[in-house]
């Protein structure tokens, strides 16, 4: 396979560790990275280590304000990429406010402070041939209105997300059209759950002609990772039955980690509105109806709350009745599985793109690579 | 997707099955079908259920000879066609000689007789989207014999084999110019393993950005299946230590019924040659050497003597050591494991010769799906 030169947009958790992750990975080099302070571009590779240690220390240095938790992860795509000035997102919690530009992204010294960092990542797009959106999705249009941003400036490319809700692919789907004349293969719900999970769930229904249930339970300890993954953990909260993605978004720190210790650190959630349902439904597996998705956090430990697993249940051609079972080792963490398969999508996205397949593709499309 | 209109060559235990299985899936409509003697061809859809009481029938009602096993699955691909006799194979083990034109596909009242049945196949693959080659390889340049005669004939389109060992994957990358210039997209080793658990274990390593090993143990109960499945039983039999191919080849069914009842009708097998180690090296997984392959047969019962597992254990970016899992139901037959893979990439490898991608492709290169 040929290089592949990609972008990151947003260094909070997510964006951070697909970095990190890539340096171990073959013909995978990234140009660009912003979070919306700064914009790092070097077309010939950015000094990843560098980044990663400019941006570590500066959240390590940090108050854990609410501009800080975003951390890039919440710069608005409307307009001409002028990103919320980083006091408007939410109260402070304690200590010293950031002050903006030293934070995050903008104190690498291959970056420049910005006030547009998504529209100067679209300006750079031609160096790129995928771009992976490490944006929390607080509002259901962000991600696809992102999306937008590339296919009006001529992007010709992969577009890949790791987000979650189902509707969100509803949304893409709409811009299939679009995407397909530009020549955009856009590559949706590539993360852990939904990604990573749904493809296991896709091979492992292969025994059978017909699917009863698939359910999908996942575990993650996020103790030391915890600070990082902030806008994970709040997008998690809107998929409790008494929150909404609305309530998420405007919660404070302090009402989010009244949640947490309201459930001493350990929340189970049931019947996400995860994609993986839509994704698999696309994909021909099964119904949507026939998907549930649920999981333990435990804010208080590294070890895991309960083993990540996929159970496919169906019928054989020859009438019998069975179970398939996928099962992550415990010491897999949410970065790894995440990160890996976010990177394994973005390399087989591209390589549809250069075959010329545009348009909208879930996991179960697409088998991860190395 | 648009319909698929497939052939299959050899109407043995998988060749029959893989009919069957096709009745449950959509868009897929088998067309040809040969084994030694007899050659079915409706290009508006055989009628399956048909062809499978035909040959079921006469399966049934035969002797237990060699020529019966192989139900033309040994169809010579050299010159033009012609087959070897149904004596030719071995001697017989018991009862009446199988008389030759009345056996097999020939008995359904869709077919003919014929002296040439894949030099017939390749005549009507105009009408044809894809070949499943359901044909044992007692001879490693087999299949890719069999794929040869299909490019000179100018067939454009899919040739799928379920086949086993590592190295006719080689043979057929020899022949990747050859079949790119043609049109045509080759898909290797995409039954049940290698095949489903290729992908399995391919899916599995995304943790991971090293693997150290890829463990995979299967379990086969084939009691009731045996009969249909001899020449699947003699080509494992080649993967025991103490025989290589020619002699699986050569072995009169009692030299076959000695080894069995050696073991008492339950074989061990370890580290044997499957292809899912190549076909994991090509897809980048890891290298080839790292990948175990064994398992237990057992043709006195129907349960499986073990389970089917397989374990990708690697190294997590973040330094962590673990171990993920796949386990089949013990009430997933090897049929269902085999045919339906085996569909499932059947009808992705004909996107992808839609697409315009044309050469060799290994199951980790293509997901399954329905």
């Known amino acids: ?147 937008d941003r590339f296919a009006e400036a001529g992007y010709e490319g992969v577009l890949l997300d790791v987000l979650k809700r189902s509707r969100v692919i509803d949304m893409l789907d709409e811009r299939a059209g679009e995407f397909e004349q530009q020549g955009i293969t856009f590559v949706c719900g590539a993360g852990a759950t939904p990604g990573f999970l749904t493809s296991a769930a896709a091979i492992a229904a292969q025994s059978f002609v017909e699917i009863q249930d698939v359910e999908i339970w996942w575990g993650v300890g996020l103790k030391s990772g915890y600070e990082d993954n902030r806008g994970t953990v709040r997008e998690d909260i809107a998929h409790l039955p008494e929150y909404d993605i609305d309530d998420a978004r405007e919660m404070s720190d302090e009402a989010i980690e009244a949640v947490i210790d309201d459930h001493d650190g350990v929340i189970e959630f049931e019947d996400m509105e995860h994609a993986d349902d839509v994704l698999l439904e696309r994909a021909g597996v099964c119904d949507a109806e026939d998907v549930t998705v649920g999981g333990v956090l435990d804010v208080t430990s590294d070890e895991k709350p309960t083993t990540t697993t996929v159970r496919v249940t169906g019928t054989t051609f020859d009438g019998e009745t069975g179970t398939n079972t996928f099962e992550l080792d415990d010491a897999t963490s949410m970065a790894a599985n995440v990160n890996g398969p976010a990177l394994g999508y973005l390399k087989a996205g591209v390589r549809r793109n250069r075959a010329g397949e545009y348009g909208v593709f879930g996991p179960a499309d697409l088998l991860p690579r190395f």
Do not use: W, Y
């Open 1 to 147: 396979m040929h290089e592949v030169n990609f972008a990151v947009l947003g260094c909070g958790g997510i964006g951070r560790r697909t970095l990190d992750v890539s340096k171990e990975k073959d013909n995978l080099t990234p140009v660009a990275a912003c979070d919306r302070n700064g914009v790092a571009v070097d077309r010939d590779g950015l000094d990843v280590d560098e980044l990663l240690a400019a941006t570590e220390g500066n959240i390590a240095s940090e108050s854990r304000s609410d501009s800080d938790r975003a951390s890039g992860e919440r710069s608005e795509p409307r307009a001409d990429g002028g990103t919320a000035a980083a006091g408007d997102a939410g109260t402070e919690s304690s200590g010293v406010k950031q002050t903006g530009e030293n934070a995050g992204v903008a104190a690498s010294v291959q970056a420049d402070p910005t006030e547009t960092p998504i529209g100067d990542i679209v300006e750079a797009s031609d160096a790129v041939d995928a771009v992976l959106i490490a944006l929390p999705n607080f509002e259901h249009d962000f991600i696809p209105r992102v999306a």
